[in-house]
């Protein structure tokens, strides 16, 4: 019975996998050469950020080699260092979802589907192998920096030092940016003072620089997991070389090592200008944030930046819980801002307001009643695809009387249009129901006559519903039912496309 209240409307939830992926970090890495220092190479910059009464947490990790030697790992916080707290972790955060917007067009095309459905001759042309809807998938990440020695300078403070899970962070504030570049000598980096205008930018404002390097790389080893039937096989899923069971391997994973800051911010900050030190190189950034947030797009980089909303209905990950602190079982909204401008471009940092554009709201509704109808068959039938199928058979009855009936072209073609419901119980409803329908009129002059026919005992039944302009009906109606059916779904679905 599910199936049949399924193709009736009931909207498929659809299940996903998740690859794991590599990426990188925030700020920018310099590391020391013969004569100098220079910046290393990134590709891509990933963040979580979860944000919360003016006060943030944000989880980031950077690629750089982790045997390489000498690079260090900075950006700005817009807080004073007494409101900024450091910490590491060894495992960052699975987001993955379905596009808010992508899933409601996709629950959408599925009730067009229901709704076409009611009229039966359409079930051979009906499309049955819905595709999924966009997904973002988890990412995975190695992180690792480079050791050096510990300093601070007059014009230097530094807040605070962190060494846990061989890494060292500090909390810096500087005063001049000479002191900050002395700071950063000690650390066999010859910068020359104002050769990083960047960070020359937040000298003398409200900003405290965060400083991490690696003091050592040792990844653990995976637990010993049971291995599921048909998969021993696979050499690049399990490692059953480091376990003597042969029912179970070793799950391999990456050492997924970064940095945890939590910050005092009056909007949510993403230390984006930094990253302009790369010049015309593009370094991708993605930007996953808690909830439903709106981006403050500076005008150099609007052509760059796209925004997209994700919703995760499946039990939430343990790694979300492990870094901001929050059982997620149910259902939660991510933000997803991608940039892919040349460096030089981010003249800025990247800000965002905790509001959400009103059609990402509109998609959750739909999708709400999604989650309701895949629950509930009884929900899908009789509170979404019956009424909808009334509402616009009702609207294609009015048509269809307008156009062949022009008795009806008056205030009685509402009354007359009411024949168009029966099509609640599919076409053939409708079929029979036009069958039995009294559409003739009895001439005034004619009233005498037929009530003199009553009295001798004949029906006039047959004289009222025969009229061959029924059989023009049927079809006229099922066409212009499919015609609106398609435009309103299409009209519903247009803040999605």
């Known amino acids: 019975m599910k199936k049949i209240y399924g193709l009736l409307g009931t909207l498929l939830v659809l299940f996903f996998v998740f690859a794991p992926l590599t990426a990188s970090a925030d700020g920018m890495v310099i590391y020391p050469k013969p004569g100098g220092w220079d910046y290393s190479d990134e590709k891509e910059q990933r963040a979580y950020i979860d944000f919360n009464n003016g006060l943030e947490k944000m989880v980031i990790a950077t690629s750089i080699e982790t045997q390489e030697t000498g690079k260090y790992w900075i950006f700005p916080l817009p807080s004073a260092p007494e409101q900024i707290s450091i910490d590491t972790v060894t495992q960052l955060p699975n987001m993955n979802g379905s596009e808010i917007g992508g899933l409601a067009k996709s629950n959408l095309d599925n009730l067009g589907a229901a709704l076409n459905i009611s009229q039966l001759y359409t079930i051979p042309f009906t499309q049955r192998s819905y595709t999924s809807p966009p997904y973002d ?108 069971n042969k029912d179970m391997a070793i799950w391999p994973y990456y050492y997924q090592r970064g940095l945890v800051v939590t910050f005092k911010t009056n909007e949510i900050f993403f230390p984006l200008y930094p990253t302009s030190v790369y010049g015309s190189k593009t370094v991708p950034a993605d930007i996953r944030i808690m909830g439903l947030v709106t981006p403050k797009v ?59 554009p009103g059609w990402v709201n509109y998609g959750l509704v739909i999708n709400k009643i999604n989650n309701l109808s895949e629950e509930s068959p009884w929900f899908a039938l009789f509170v979404v695809v019956i009424p909808s199928i009334m509402i616009i058979s009702y609207l294609a009855a009015i048509l269809s009387c307008l156009i062949i009936f022009k008795e009806t072209r008056n205030i009685n073609v509402f009354k007359y249009a009411l024949v168009g419901l029966f099509n609640g119980l599919t076409i053939v409803g409708l079929i029979l129901a036009t069958i039995f329908w009294k559409i003739k009129k009895i001439k005034e002059e004619d009233k005498a006559m037929f009530e003199e026919i009553k009295k001798r005992g004949y029906s006039i039944n047959g004289f009222l519903i025969n009229d061959w302009r029924k059989f023009v009906f049927v079809p006229l109606f099922s066409i212009l039912f499919l015609i609106l059916s398609w435009a309103i779904v299409s009209l519903m679905a247009l803040p999605f496309n």
Request: charged residues 20%; negative net charge; proline residues 6%.
């Open 137 to 244: 998938s988890g990412v995975m990440f190695s992180a690792g920096l480079a050791e050096e020695k510990i300093s601070a300078e007059p014009d230097v403070v530094v807040h605070e030092t962190l060494v846990k899970d061989g890494m060292t962070t500090e909390i810096v504030t500087a005063k001049t940016a000479d002191g900050l570049f002395d700071h950063l000598k000690q650390k066999n980096l010859d910068v020359k003072t104002g050769s990083i205008p960047v960070l020359d930018y937040y000298i003398g404002k409200e900003y405290s620089f965060v400083v991490s390097w690696i003091n050592k790389y040792t990844p653990p080893i995976g637990e010993p997991q049971p291995i599921p039937a048909g998969s021993a096989s696979s050499p690049l899923l399990y490692d059953t070389t480091q376990y003597n």
């Open 298 to 356: 500076p005008e150099e980089i609007k052509n760059y930046i796209t925004t997209k909303y994700y919703q995760q209905t499946y039990a939430g990950f343990a790694t979300l819980e492990y870094n901001f602190g929050k059982d997620i079982e149910n259902e939660f909204t991510y933000t997803k801002i991608s940039i892919d401008a040349p460096s030089k471009f981010l003249t800025a940092d990247l800000t965002a307001e905790n509001t959400a």
